[in-house]
């Protein structure tokens, strides 16, 4: 079962716009993470940001959480075609312990040139 | 720094047989989780170890099940194959629960 849910399913903007992608999730959390994945490749990660923390950047990402609504969200700032990707969201939780890391529906984001 | 391989890359088997995919993470990481990857259900956590001790298990039927040598690699074993085995097999390892996973490029399996 996915814990946590990408919107929007798919996004296509022009290269140089920003590209927002939201995630929402139903528990508790410690971390949540975000990957990137090129077609039918593995997944790489992109940021982690722990339940105690706002907001995180890394170079033109930009994520945001929202513990109080169970929500995140990942800002890419002037997009480039090499961003073309589908973009996924991984929280553990509930939150103690150790949990298992399991991810969201992910965001297809077409980025045109 | 190798990242982390996973062997084969392609497998077609029938349908009845069984598959042991094969993953080597990072050195120095010894916890290693599997996902499956389908168009249709996403990716999906299989199991996750850790100094080889299964750590975490996710809702698939036992004919999935792992191991994790003492040096951190892993295997996955699945038997009696059914066509919806068919998937991209995912392996991603870490060094602990608040870094990130790397992943490896995965085992495209074909069940026929």
């Known amino acids: 079962s996915q814990q946590g849910e990408e919107d929007p399913q798919a996004l296509s903007i022009q290269e140089g716009e920003n590209a927002t992608m939201n995630c929402s999730y139903k528990?508790?959390?410690?971390?949540l993470q975000w990957y990137r994945q090129n077609s039918g490749r593995g997944l790489v990660h992109l940021i982690l940001i722990r339940s105690n923390e706002r907001e995180k950047h890394s170079g033109r990402l930009r994520v945001t959480l929202d513990t109080s609504k169970k929500s995140s969200s990942l800002l890419i700032t002037a997009s480039r075609a090499a961003d073309t990707a589908s973009y996924f969201c991984a929280t553990d939780g509930p939150s103690g312990g150790y949990q298992k890391v399991t991810f969201g529906t992910g965001t297809k984001l077409q980025v045109i040139p | 720094k190798a990242g982390v391989t996973q062997t084969p890359r392609y497998l077609i088997k029938t349908r009845g047989q069984q598959v042991t995919l094969s993953c080597s993470p990072i050195s120095g990481h010894r916890s290693v989780s599997w996902y499956q990857q389908t168009p249709g259900q996403g990716l999906q956590f299989l199991f996750e170890y850790f100094s080889e001790t299964q750590r975490n298990k996710g809702n698939f039927p036992g004919r999935f099940s792992g191991r994790q040598f003492s040096n951190s690699r892993s295997e996955m074993n699945v038997s009696t194959l059914e066509l919806g085995d068919s998937a991209l097999y995912l392996c991603?390892?870490?060094?602990?629960?608040?870094?990130?996973?790397?992943f490896g490029s995965g085992t495209r399996l074909t069940v026929v």
């Open positions: 991603a390892s870490s060094p602990g629960q608040v870094y990130g996973y790397t």
């Open positions: 528990t508790s959390i410690n971390n």
